[in-house]
Antibody, heavy 118, light 110 residues
Framework: EVQVVESGGGLVQPGGSLRLSCAAS????????MSWVRQAPGKGLEWVAN????????YYVDSVKGRFTISRDNAKNSLSLQMNSLRAEDTAVYYC???????????WGPGTLVTVSS | QSALTQPASVSGSPGQSITISCTGT?????????VSWYQQHPGKAPKLIIY???KRPSGVSNRFSGSKSGNTASLTISGLQAEDEADYHC??????????FGGGTKLTVL
């Protein structure tokens, strides 16, 4: 059974840093693109970042470029999101998702909540 | 990277059909037949229900269908059931390995 599970969320002050992790199982992790998608309270989904299966290519939404870094460890079936210089508007539930094709997110984790507040 | 436009809410009675629109631009929806749709119940993760414009994953009811005309994609749910009450999100490929989501639509089954 395919599973992805996020961890690492929490409360952080503006300007602070946080690292999210996603543990994957039930599929050949190293063969798939992976993504982070977030959802601010009461709002729609927002794509954050994609990473190619071999980590050779990474893509970000403009609002996080230069602040967030997506990475993966295929030996550990793990995806990460390093978030620096956090802002109040980064407050959201962050989802890890498997990306099949160009816009097909076929498996999602339960999400982890990040709250940026003083 | 502007969000796709969806109506904030739609409603329908059991057994009826409803359609949710998703309007983008010639840079995303209009350029690719790569729109996906997600159903999200409160407090739950999104679930893929339509991909590549009109394809259904295994296990998704054939009451869900997708289509596209120009810069607008649509999700139609026929034979509305109480369990269909949820938020629905559209997503389109936007080129250069990026995607864009819509703002989400809340479906109420009356």
């Amino acid at each position: 059974e395919v599973q992805v599970v996020e961890s690492g969320g929490g409360l952080v002050q503006p300007g602070g840093s946080l690292r999210l992790s996603c543990a994957a199982s039930g599929f050949t992790f190293s063969s798939y693109w992976m993504s982070w998608v977030r959802q601010a309270p009461g709002k729609g989904l927002e794509w954050v970042a994609n990473i190619k299966h071999d980590a050779d290519e990474k893509y970000y939404v403009d609002s996080v470029k230069g602040r967030f870094t997506i990475s993966r460890d295929n030996a550990k079936n793990s995806l990460s999101l390093q978030m620096n210089s956090l802002r109040a508007e980064d407050t959201a539930v962050y989802y890890c998702a498997r990306l099949m094709g160009y816009s097909k997110f076929d498996y999602w984790g339960p999400g982890t909540l990040v709250t940026v507040s003083s | 990277q502007s969000a796709l436009t969806q109506p904030a809410s739609v409603s329908g009675s059991p057994g009826q059909s409803i359609t949710i629109s998703c309007t983008g631009t010639s840079s995303d929806v209009g350029s690719y037949n790569l729109v996906s749709w997600y159903q999200q119940h409160p407090g739950k993760a999104p679930k893929l229900i339509i991909y590549d414009g009109s394809k259904r994953p295994s296990g998704v009811s054939n009451r869900f269908s997708g289509s596209k005309s120009g810069n607008t994609a649509s999700l139609t749910i026929s034979g509305l059931q109480a369990e269909d009450e949820a938020d629905y999100h559209c997503c389109s490929y936007a080129g250069s390995s990026t995607v864009v989501f819509g703002g989400g639509t809340k479906l109420t089954v009356l």
